[in-house]
């Protein structure tokens, strides 16, 4: 199965509009963290934002933010007044703690985000 | 700012050639990481290092090997270069638990 799942391979949005990238997850590690991160096109990862299981507040980084639902198991990705430069692919990610691979992630499919003008 | 430098952002080589790609950090990072990524499938491990000279094997190891000599250079290997190796690579370093990956720029490997 999956461990991370993102359904749209591609959104558009409208500049100044804000957008919701999903990702769910799957994992029966009771401590896990989760991560966005953006591609532009010239190919380097950037960190955006990231969320603990434990942590009892949805992470916020600027105009990022994280809709962290644990029941549901999704961490959506909310980018709020879109701009030019958020045109880029999105990758969700995971780590888990407690499992054999707690040092790597495991990558979504990504998002690829086209901001309109 | 952490600093994660591949050796090439470009490179073209030929069926059963050995391949090296190089990464290097510079934050005395203990745990690096090669990944390649392809269209629709996200980025995939292939080999992770967690100290000098100690490897893991990723969920794509077929087809690579990895050398870390140095904590700060992490190599990955394509031991007899074939045509469905031709994708895009990205190095990663993380100075310890629950921090987020550094990546370098990526290396766009094409085999022909």
């Known amino acids: 199965a999956q461990k991370i799942t993102q359904t749209q391979p591609g959104m558009f949005v409208q500049e100044k509009e804000a957008v919701t990238l999903d990702c769910t997850y799957d994992t029966s590690d009771p401590s896990y963290g989760l991560f966005w991160y953006k591609q532009p096109s010239s190919g380097e990862m950037i960190f955006l934002i990231y969320q603990g299981s434990y942590d009892q507040q949805n992470a916020t980084e600027g105009r990022y933010s994280l809709n962290f639902q644990k029941a549901r198991k999704s961490a959506n990705l909310v980018i709020s007044a879109s701009q030019l430069g958020d045109s880029a692919m999105y990758f969700c990610a995971m780590r888990e703690v407690l499992s054999g691979s707690a040092r790597q992630l495991t990558f979504g499919s990504g998002t690829q985000l086209t901001v309109l003008p | 700012d952490v600093k994660v430098t591949q050796s090439s952002r470009y490179l073209v080589k030929r069926t059963g050639e050995k391949v090296f790609l190089e990464c290097v950090q510079d934050m005395d990072h203990e745990n690096m990481f090669w990944y390649r990524q392809d269209p629709g499938l996200g980025l995939r491990l292939i080999y992770f290092s967690y100290d000098v000279k100690m490897k893991e094997k990723g969920d794509i190891p077929e087809g690579y090997s990895v050398s870390r000599e140095k904590k700060e250079r992490f190599s990955l290997i394509l031991e007899s270069a074939s045509t469905n190796q031709t994708s895009m690579y990205l190095c990663?370093?993380?100075?310890?638990?629950?921090?987020?990956?550094?990546f370098g720029d990526g290396t766009r490997l094409s085999i022909l």
């Open positions: 990663a370093s993380i100075p310890g638990w629950g921090q987020p990956q550094h």
